[in-house]
């Protein structure tokens, strides 16, 4: 963008304001394979995946595509209706498919239940 951190967040606020997605907006665009060994060194932890993946759809994508969860980076995206993972090789980078992880479910207590206002 080449202007500060400040204006930077401004730009960002102006943007959620309007319901434009910041990646939409061509001067904050930044290509990913500059920064794909950013992106690979931060992936989701396998903790995290494993506790999420009731459907065992990570075991099955290790087994179909070989290696351990150590060999891959795995970068969340979202869509409306679906939670899935990029898989990408560490070792080279090259994208190799998606996982499809269900979304976490938001569990609320039995007593945070019964302090819901019913209908009046």
Do not use: C
Request: a negative charge.
């Amino acid at each position: 963008l080449g202007i500060n951190p400040i204006e930077e967040a401004d730009l960002r606020r102006i943007l959620f304001q309007d319901h434009i997605p910041v990646w939409v907006y061509k001067l904050t665009y930044r290509p990913l394979d500059g920064y794909l060994g950013e992106v690979v060194k931060n992936g989701v932890p396998e903790a995290v995946m494993r506790e999420r993946d009731i459907q065992g759809n990570l075991d099955r994508w290790l087994a179909k595509y070989g290696g351990r969860f150590d060999d891959y980076a795995f970068i969340p995206i979202h869509s409306r209706y679906r939670d899935a993972f990029l898989g990408v090789q560490k070792s080279n980078g090259i994208f190799i498919d998606i996982v499809e992880i269900p979304a976490p479910l938001v569990t609320i207590s039995d007593e945070e239940a019964m302090s819901v206002p019913g209908p009046e």
